[in-house]
């Protein structure tokens, strides 16, 4: 009976040695893997010849297309956020203070934040499952075979678009945004377009816009990079495109609140 | 290729429009902030500027007419505030001009109010520096508020001992709202008046006897006064001397004659009393 209990301890303890070598180890390789992945990025994309074509491509599909999504959900947050934050600034006796209260709120944090995160959601999947579907089906292999980077072509291509749209997007979205809050105010009161666009501009400044724009380029960039690495580096197989959609959109979602805590605390150093 | 074409156009529309918005956002937020117009410059030190903060408001008669500029501790004991001023107002600012700082709201953000000084004077020239006020802060309002707060306590404190007074019926008030027998004498007092007020309305009937009784009243004073007149008199002649009485009271000779008289008077009774006594002893009285 003695041995046996002794062995039995000794294979649970290795188990759960293996398994968090598996998972720390998996972890760390993934971080690497990642910080090469992006360094190639940076190589890459200095390195001509650019394919400005496809870049316009990416654009389009990426920028132009995710508006439409963008836009309503920047207007219904604008709109929500208005009437839940009325009745708390009601009991202080300043509901006058709602422009201002929601204009520095959405373009700060709400606006970019919001569109980084639908932005993940449908772009960052949309890249991860089209590049891991090319991986599985050798479409990538093909590329490299007919002497196109397809590096060049697919990853650098998609990190700039996603870099560059994601800002633009988040201007559209917190001018909705602004909009949807208009409607929100006037949905229990009454003021006009000119007092209340006047109210939210003289509440805002450049420290307030500038920031929030500046930290979308790295939400762009993250969206991208991540979305791209995920796809480019799929495992064969068709359960290899799911688990890259799934685990780009988690991942580059995480990494959005990450770039925001980050830009915050930032921000706040020279922020009175 | 048409539809590449045709894309390439959204695209190129779509960034159009988001550069478009985010310029008229800069645009929006610089020109709060006086940044796109012509401004001049005008300083001011104060003593303590309360929470002030670059990027504040100025106000001339309610309007935002600048910004706070810059905020710099010159000493220990003076702050100087840059203000940046809209061009188009210089002609309301005079060298004269007082700057003080208040508040947008009670928990809004600090600003300066400037007074615009006096008609008359010179314009306010750039780099000019303004008088200042002194801002009334939330501590200074807090320690005029708890002298209000006293003085109220003790106003309620000697209000709360007042109808404590008036509840126990003390003091005047006190017992004309509280004693029963002040409000039965109140009572007796009211148809005391009532019934006064009746006679009185009899006597305003016969309002006519009263000239009688007026013309009897004026003979009666006129008697009254050549009374006290002749009065008057006498006493002059008693205070001159004058008279039996007057000398009398008044002539020292005549005290003096007076008291020797007294004295005499005396003398003659001392020995009317010996004499009456020898009497008694004569033979020639015996038998008396």
Redesign the interface.
Known sequence: MEPKIKIRSITREKIEEDFLASIFGKFFIEVTSLAFFTMRFFKEVLKPPYEFNEL??Q??LI??KS?PLVGITGFIIGLVFTIQTRPTLDK?G?VSMLPAMVAVSLIREIGPVITGLIFAGKVGSGIGAELSSMKVTEQIDAMQVSGTNPFKFLVVTRVLAATMMLP??A??A??VGLLGSFIGVNLRGSVSASFF?LQV??S???SD?LPA?VKTFFFGFAIGLIGCYKGYCANTGTEGVGKAANSAVVFASLLVFLIDMIAVQITSLYQ? | MKK?TS??I??GI??S???M??IV??Y??????QLFRKTFRVSGIFKDVGGL?P?NNVRLSGVNVGTVDNIMIVSDTSVRVEILFDETVRKFIMKDAVASIGSEGL?GNKTIIMYPGTGGKKEIENNDIVQTVPPLGVDDFMISLKKTIDNTTNITSDLSKVTENIRSGKGTIGRLLMDQSMDQNFDSTVANLKEGSAGFKILMDKANDIDEILTSLKTTIDNTSSITSNVSKITDSIHSGKGTIGMLLMDSTMRQNIDSTVVNLKKSSAELKTLMEKAKDSWMLWGF
Not at chain 2, 28 to 33: P, V
């Open positions: 316009l491509k654009s389009f920028g132009y508006f202080f300043a633009l997007l201007v559209l917190d001018a666009f501009f003289q805002l400044t450049f816009l724009i009175y | 590449e894309n390439k959204k695209l779509f960034i429009i988001g550069m918005v985010f956002g800069i929006f937020i610089g020109e709060g902030k903060q990027g928990i």
